[in-house]
């Protein structure tokens, strides 16, 4: 089987159609686009690709979107749109794992600090909240991750995420109001 007959499968699989009609549906012109472009766009993932994101993941990636888009024999230039996908795809990987680094250093740097507690500041307060609703508040409203994203993170379900941020901001509001962080 072809890289490409793989790629309609999983393009078929997401959008939940039957594979052997999909294939049969592809024309000997995608088929051709694809092996003739395949060798070039290789090898430009071999470099653009991040360290740790196999090459072919990212060409099959940026494949299979452009394809739950569009035919490739619909594209004016298949190949600039396809180098282009992967070069966006490769920008929103390392954005994402930078975020990630940066986040997972600051929360590291936050959990190793002892907060000056003769000082009165909200930092304060945030800093009596237990590390996971702490590292959920950070993350959603500082980060602006989505949940399913925290979830992820934290190892935990996306609804543990949502009520972690919940019971954060309550014992957060109920602290800054009172004056006690309970």
């Known amino acids: 089987m072809s890289l490409f007959a793989v790629l309609v499968r999983l393009v078929v699989r997401c959008k939940r159609c039957d594979v052997d009609d999909a294939l049969n549906r592809t024309s000997s012109e995608e088929w051709r686009i694809v092996?003739?472009?395949?060798?070039?766009?290789?090898?430009?993932?071999?470099?653009?690709?991040?360290?740790?994101?196999?090459?072919?993941?990212?060409?099959?990636?940026?494949?299979?979107?452009?394809?739950?888009?569009?035919?490739?024999?619909?594209?004016?230039?298949?190949?600039?749109?396809?180098?282009?996908?992967?070069?966006?795809?490769?920008?929103?990987?390392?954005?994402?794992?930078?975020?990630?680094?940066?986040?997972?250093?600051?929360?590291?740097?936050?959990?190793?600090?002892?907060?000056?507690?003769?000082?009165?500041?909200?930092?304060?307060?945030?800093?009596?909240?237990?590390?996971?609703?702490?590292?959920?508040?950070y993350l959603a409203e500082v980060e602006g991750y989505h949940f399913d994203e925290i979830a992820e993170m934290l190892g935990c379900s996306q609804s543990a995420a949502r009520k972690g941020a919940s019971r954060g901001r309550r014992r957060l509001r109920l602290a800054l109001t009172t004056g006690d962080a309970g």
């Open 35 to 137: 092996d003739e472009l395949f060798p070039s766009l290789r090898r430009l993932a071999g470099v653009m690709a991040p360290s740790d994101m196999d090459p072919d993941d990212l060409l099959q990636e940026a494949l299979v979107k452009v394809l739950s888009h569009c035919a490739l024999s619909e594209l004016d230039h298949p190949g600039a749109y396809l180098r282009r996908t992967m070069l966006n795809l490769s920008a929103s990987h390392y954005r994402h794992m930078g975020r990630r680094r940066l986040t997972l250093t600051r929360l590291a740097a936050s959990a190793e600090q002892v907060p000056d507690v003769t000082y009165p500041s909200d930092l304060a307060e945030l800093y009596r909240l237990p590390p996971r609703e702490r590292a959920v508040l």
